[in-house]
């Protein structure tokens, strides 16, 4: 049962804004500085119901991880073989990102490990992951021959692979490059897409012999221990896109974001934006350790419809719902296909965008991979609901700034799974 809900009546977002901190980059600064020789130092790190539940998962493993007055964290790595056997079920609750870099991790290890998670990520696949960790000799036992949560694995001995994903995902490609950090051998990973590559940033800045051709990865398990991280974690690029999409369309908008990670492989919907004739300008374009990060700001303007699809879709996927709130503004038609993937996210996106958005009046379509809208529509406010899927909930509050008359969010505290404080950040930028 929704348990909170949102409503919202039509006006501009106007002032500066720093988004909260990567969800991305701090799950891994977790992960990886558990297995690094020493304590890291994660500055600025995002502190959302995902990231929460994978800070719990490294203490459950033995790693302490302190946290400071100014909110950092040192992580206190114990090196490649640290890790303790957990006492108890690693529940993952709602988070992809911890089930699967998890799996990975564990897969080499020299003990037993479960992990568990929410109703809604018993749902999501896992056999992307769980078969070519077979491959390489892990033992993972599980609902659906392994590929459900919860999941049992039992440490084995990892030789390499040379294995072509089948989809591009930064999650399944994370997992398989960890656990070619525990693997005899050489671990070769083609990628179809460019999908985020985070992991291999920090990877490398950390001493591990990872290797780039193209479109194939090259990872071996190196010889001395990873160094351990020193970092401030940048805006969530993800997180800044629901303002992106409000100072886009909603009239007398301007919204200027500060600090934000412009990682090339996360900003497909910057240049999507832009593509529809976006005023976006981007200020002061610097690097914040091994990321590229900068200021953007956003005033509304005409926008067109455009075609979203092959490789595109991977560096924009998380912003594929509020891309189709934008694509309601815009003059034609927009397209977006090569998207089946929307379909395994926190809901099946694809359909519960389309539900969501025709109540409140847009002209938009389902296909099996994606969606088409027709604009521009004049939304007019209604009940809506999230489906408890937090960029889902955000994509509607975006629609609601816009909708005629008031819109009614049921299940919006499912933001805090990536954006915690979304709805007073939103009402601080809200002009009446
Ligand atoms: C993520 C990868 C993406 C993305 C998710 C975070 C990551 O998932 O949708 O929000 O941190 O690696 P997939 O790799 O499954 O596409």
Redesign the pocket.
């Known amino acids: 049962m929704p348990t909170d809900s949102l409503t919202l009546t039509p006006g501009p977002v106007q002032g500066t804004l720093t988004v909260p901190s990567d ?2 980059i701090t ?2 600064a977790l992960l990886f500085g558990a297995v690094a020789h020493g304590p890291s130092h994660v500055h600025n790190p995002l502190r959302s119901g995902d990231t929460l539940t994978t800070l719990r998962l490294v203490r459950d493993l033995g790693i302490r991880v302190d946290e400071t007055e100014d909110g950092s964290w040192i992580v206190h790595g114990q090196g490649l073989h640290g890790l303790r056997e957990p006492e108890t079920v690693l529940d993952c609750r709602n988070s ?2 911890t089930a ?2 998890t799996m990975g991790l564990l897969a080499g290890q020299t003990f037993f490990s479960v992990l568990a998670g929410s109703p809604q990520l018993r749902k999501r696949p896992m056999g ?1 992951v769980s078969e070519p960790l077979r491959r390489m000799g892990a033992r993972i036992y599980g609902r659906d021959q392994g590929r459900l949560l919860p999941l049992a694995l039992v440490g084995s001995p990892l030789q390499g692979i040379d294995y072509d994903l089948p ?8 997992a398989l490059l960890l656990a070619g950090l525990y693997a005899q051998g050489t671990t070769r990973i083609r990628e179809p897409g460019p ?2 590559d ?2 291999e940033r920090m990877l490398r800045h950390m001493g591990v012999p990872l290797t780039r051709e193209g479109n194939l990865i090259t990872i071996q398990s190196p010889e001395q221990e990873l160094t351990p991280l020193t970092l401030t974690v940048p805006g969530d690029f ?1 997180s800044a896109a629901f303002f992106l999409a409000a100072g886009a369309i909603v009239p007398g908008s301007r919204v200027l974001l500060q600090n934000v990670g412009v990682n090339p492989t996360r900003i497909g919907f910057l240049q999507a934006l832009k593509a529809m004739g976006a005023q976006v300008i981007l200020h002061n374009p610097r690097e914040s350790g091994s990321e590229p990060v900068a200021d953007l700001e956003i005033t509304p303007s005409a926008l067109r419809g455009v075609t979203i699809r092959g490789d595109q879709i ?1 560096t924009m ?2 912003e594929l719902p509020v891309l189709a709130v934008v694509a309601t503004q815009a003059q034609g038609k927009t397209v977006v296909r090569d998207a089946g ?1 929307l379909r ?2 926190e809901t099946d996106r694809i359909a519960t965008v389309v539900t969501e958005l025709r109540k409140l009046g847009a002209a938009i379509e389902e296909l099996p991979d994606g969606f088409i809208v027709h604009g521009p529509t004049r939304l007019k406010g209604a009940a809506v609901w999230s489906h408890g899927d937090h ?1 889902l909930a955000m994509a509607l509050a975006v629609a609601g700034l816009l909708a005629e008359g008031e819109t009614h969010i049921q299940d919006m505290a499912c933001a805090a799974d ?1 954006f915690p404080g979304f709805v007073e950040t939103l009402f601080k930028l809200r002009k009446q």
């Not at 989809?167 to 994370?174: F, P």
């Open positions: 969800k991305s799950h891994r992809g990102t699967r870099l992307r989809v591009a995902s930064a999650q399944v490609k994370s999908a985020r985070h992991t993800s991977v996927i998380d993937e395994v996210k960029r990536s």
